[in-house]
Every structure is written in structure tokens, then in C-alpha cells.
């Protein structure tokens, strides 16, 4: 064996000496899916949240049974906590056990943690069928949630069929979401596939995501973001917004989405604000390398967003939109009007660009409409341009 080989072999094994194994079932964890294991998952976080070295908390195969449950990091000794899951997390059938608290699943204040593997299977589809006929339900509760956290890691992770919201990251910093699976019906209502919002560099990469709203939502307060390598579909798309509801909002900038195909969706690459007074901005995005298979409004920005006109009739959005480049974007359109850029009449867009964007409707020329934009166009060969 050469010393190189040497050297490594008692690296790695130093490397596992040091990573301490929680097995959930230990704790008292069962695999049935009957019995909830909440306590148990807690008590397994405790341990590894305590260990001053790097542990992991290990999930084997079955089926767990979780009910509300929080993982707090503001007291954690270690920096390094990896869940490995082999298992199925599974929510309560009875929507009225989480209904209303907001999320399922909550990590808060915790760092260096990342999740490996493994199904979260929210069961919402009760609820869905609640909402549907109209009755007095629940809001729902987000599946997986991630607050005030930073250099987080999920990889290989299942999310499905969650009463609301799948993926939540509010106010974190060094994200890596990567080759995940959401999965949900594209009639099930505001089940947003990932959510972010008040954080900075987060990144998205090659997953799958289909649900019943968007399939990555980005909210106020979000700087630095990279999306690449999304399949999306079912869904209402990739949208940054809605924004401006507040008079005075965080804006959002620097945003990176590039290589997405988008598939039967209502939307493709979208920016939506409220039509109202805000302090908010958009600027700094480029969207880049991008299929459109059948998408009813593959480019849109709609600056008068005011869903049955309440709360800002004939008002203009105050969210300021810069400095948007569309790029390598082609494919078919479900609609004539292939791009709309509806901009603000108190604060136009400008620095559009549209760059090679080839978008035909029933194998024809596909249209284009602008309001209040300014930019440039170049390369169009079955799309007219507006700009």
C-alpha cells in the first residue's frame, strides 16, 4: 500500500471514529406507520445537537409516523448534523392534527445541517378535497421548513403531496437544494414546490418539481440565487413574486435561472407585483437556456397583479424592474401571446433583454406585448418582438 493510500485509509477511518450514529430507532422510533415517532426523532436531535463533534441522525427503512415537530439549533454544540433517511417521514391523515400550525416540519437556528435521502409524504390531499367543496378547513401547513439557518444541505430528498407549501427557506443564508423530487397533483392549491425568501445564496439544482402553483416561488428580501437544472411541471411555473404587498419591502436581485424546461405549465419565467405602492425592487436577473413545451405564458411580468381588484384598484406598483435579460429561451406557447411584459405605469421597466427568444404558437409566428418597457431585442426568428 503506497503512503498516499496509507494516508487516506486512516484518514477516513479517523473520519468515521468521530461521526457519532443516532439511529432514530433507538429512541424508541417504530417503523409502522401507526405509532408516532415525534418524540423519539427529538430526542435523537438532542443527542447529535449536544456532541461537540460532527454525528449523524440516521432514519432507517419504514414508515414513521410524525406529528408537528421542531428541531432547534440555538443551542447546538455541533456544526456538522447530517440526517440520513432511508425511510418514509409520513404526516398525519387527519388534516385537523397539523392543520393549523403553520408547518410540519421546522428547523430553526441550526447550522451546518444537511439531509440525505428519504420521503416526506405530507398527505394532503384531504385537505385539497376540503378547499375544493368550499368548506370550513384548515390553511394547511408547509411541509418542510427551514428558518434563520445557514449553510444548509438537502440532497435526494422526496417531498410529496403537502398540504400547502413543500420546501420553505425563510431568512437563510448557503442553501444547497439539489437533485430533489417534489411531487403533487397540478390541481392541488397552493402547494408551491420550494418557497424562498429573506435569504442569500441558495441554490436550486437539478430537481424535479411538480405541483398544483409554482414550482419555485422567490419572495421579498432574496439576493444571490441559483436555479439550474429544473425540470417543472405541473405547475404555475418560476416566479419571482408576488411582491410589493408592503409599502416598504426588501427587494430582490441577482438571480440566476438557467437550464429549465418547463412543461405544460401555466407559466414559465414570471414576475408578478401588486399593483400598489412599495419601496420594493427587482434588478439583476437573467434567465437563460430555457425549453417551453405547451406553457400558456412562457415570458410574463405582470406589474398590475390585484386579484379581484381589492385592496389596489387603479394603482400603480410602486416594485421597480431593471436590468432582466431573457436569453436562449424556446419552444411552443399554449397562447398567441407568447411574451407580455406588463409594466408599471408609475415605474416602468427598463433594461429588458430579449436575446435569441424563439416561441412559435400552433407552428406559427407566436406574439409579443409590451407595456411600459423599455429594453432591447435580438435574434428572434418565429417570435415579433415588442421591445
Aim: one cysteine or more.
Amino acid at each position: 500500500m503506497s503512503p498516499l493510500a496509507i494516508f487516506f485509509f486512516f484518514f477516513f477511518n479517523l473520519s468515521l471514529a468521530k461521526n457519532t450514529i443516532y439511529n432514530v430507532q433507538n429512541y424508541g422510533a417504530k417503523s409502522n406507520g401507526k405509532i408516532d415517532s415525534s418524540k423519539a426523532f427529538l430526542s435523537a436531535w438532542g443527542s447529535a445537537c449536544a456532541s461537540t463533534s460532527a454525528s449523524t441522525i440516521y432514519v432507517p427503512r419504514g414508515i414513521y409516523l410524525i406529528r408537528k415537530i421542531y428541531f432547534n439549533g440555538q443551542t447546538c454544540k455541533s456544526n456538522a448534523i447530517t440526517i440520513r433517511i432511508d425511510g418514509t417521514l409520513l404526516a398525519p391523515s387527519d388534516y385537523n392534527v397539523i392543520g393549523n400550525d403553520g408547518n410540519w416540519i421546522t428547523f430553526e437556528n441550526v447550522n451546518g445541517v444537511s439531509i440525505y435521502g428519504g420521503i416526506f409524504d405530507g398527505q394532503g390531499a384531504s385537505l385539497w378535497t376540503c378547499k375544493k367543496s368550499q368548506k370550513n378547513c384548515p390553511i394547511g401547513t408547509t411541509a418542510l421548513a427551514f428558518y434563520n439557518s445557514n449553510n444548509i444541505v438537502m440532497n435526494g430528498v422526496i417531498v410529496q403531496n403537502s398540504q400547502m407549501f413543500h420546501i420553505l427557506v425563510d431568512g437563510c443564508h448557503n442553501a444547497m437544494i439539489q437533485g430533489v423530487k417534489v411531487l403533487a397533483p397540478g390541481n392541488s392549491p397552493n402547494t408551491d414546490g420550494i418557497h424562498v425568501q429573506s435569504s442569500s445564496g441558495v441554490s436550486i439544482r437539478n430537481s424535479n418539481i411538480g405541483t398544483g402553483d409554482d414550482c419555485i416561488s422567490i419572495g421579498p428580501g432574496n439576493s444571490n440565487l441559483w436555479i439550474e437544472g429544473i425540470a417543472c411541471g405541473p405547475g404555475h411555473g418560476i416566479s419571482i413574486g408576488s411582491l410589493g404587498w408592503e409599502s416598504k419591502e426588501q427587494g430582490v436581485q441577482n438571480v440566476t435561472v438557467k437550464t429549465v424546461t418547463f412543461t405544460g405549465t401555466q407559466n414559465g419565467v414570471r414576475v408578478k407585483t401588486w399593483a400598489r405602492p412599495s419601496s420594493g425592487f427587482v434588478r439583476h436577473v437573467l434567465f437563460q437556456h430555457i425549453v417551453m413545451s405547451n406553457v400558456q405564458n412562457p415570458i410574463i411580468i405582470d406589474q398590475n397583479y390585484c386579484p379581484n381588484h381589492e385592496s389596489c384598484p387603479h394603482q400603480g406598483s410602486g416594485v421597480k424592474i431593471s436590468d432582466v435579460t431573457y436569453q436562449d429561451i424556446h419552444g411552443t406557447s399554449a397562447t398567441e401571446v407568447a411574451v407580455k411584459l406588463d409594466c408599471s405605469k408609475t415605474n416602468p421597466c427598463s433594461g429588458i433583454t430579449l436575446d435569441n427568444v424563439n416561441l412559435s404558437y400552433k407552428n406559427g409566428r407566436a406574439e409579443s406585448s409590451c407595456v411600459n418597457a423599455a429594453g432591447k431585442a435580438s435574434g428572434f426568428k418565429e417570435l415579433t418582438s415588442c421591445l
